[in-house]
């Protein structure tokens, strides 16, 4: 990087490829054996992941001139908010709306992508994976505010400027399981993961959340809890918006282990 008036310039991609090669994985569906096809489409700038499939599946045929299926991954709102179309590109864990071809391309060296889908997820065809369990296990720490139904409650519970900003940082999190698949202890149900235990933090943060702390807290104890992080921190390594989650596991592992001991003076 070079410097320019006391600002990094980022570096560009200055002798472009002609072509892109996309090493795409694939699979029919769950279940089924996992395969590799290879496309190649015209290099043009500024052109991201999902640009540059939507571009295979216009012509879904491989370098080698074969026909077949256009390509399968989930997106929807492009912005990088929803977290739905992250996958595995060029080895690391991303959102594919968010990454850019150009950078791929100056980071590698070469012109060739490898997209894979998460590995940490159910495989339900080449790209796209099945989430479900990363919001199961919100329910599993009761990852909301309760209410009592009425329309007309008033102001709310007030908080210093300093709560509401520690907890906007955790409540960015859009569940993409990039955390999860980047941690070597989640894996075969028995670590609930990063994500689910931040977001027990922030509404174990909340004046009217901390009603439900006991239910939070119990729902990390278990066979698959907060004990089992082997504090590898690729979690917050990998995090596309910044979450500290080691703080988050850190802290929230504290009130496991005092709500354990002295929980019971509060009921």
Known sequence: MSETNGHQEKKRLT???????FRVSRREKLGAAQYTETFE??????????????????NPV????????PP?????????????????INGRVRQSCSALIDDLLLASGGNKITL??????????????????MFDHLKQVHAWVELDGTHSLGPGPTMTQEVQQERYAYSRCMTCGCCLEACPQ????????????AQAKLFNMHPTGKADIDARLEGLVGDDGITNCGNAQN?????PMSIPLTRAIYETNRDVTINALFGWLRK
């Open 15 to 21: 002798n472009p490829p002609k072509t892109i090669e």
């Open 235 to 239: 979690c917050v390594q990998v995090c």
């Open 116 to 133: 894979e889908p998460m590995s940490k997820f159910p495989n339900v065809r080449d790209l796209q994976v099945d989430r479900t369990k």
């Open 41 to 58: 489409i015209p290099y043009r700038k500024s052109l991201n992941v999902i640009s540059a499939l939507i571009e295979i599946r216009k």
């Open 62 to 69: 491989t370098k080698e001139g074969k026909q077949t299926t």
């Open 72 to 88: 399968v991954w989930s997106m929807s709102c492009l912005e990088q908010v929803c977290g739905t179309c992250t996958m595995v």
């Open 186 to 197: 989640y894996h075969d149900d028995n670590y609930i993961g990063p994500q689910a235990i």
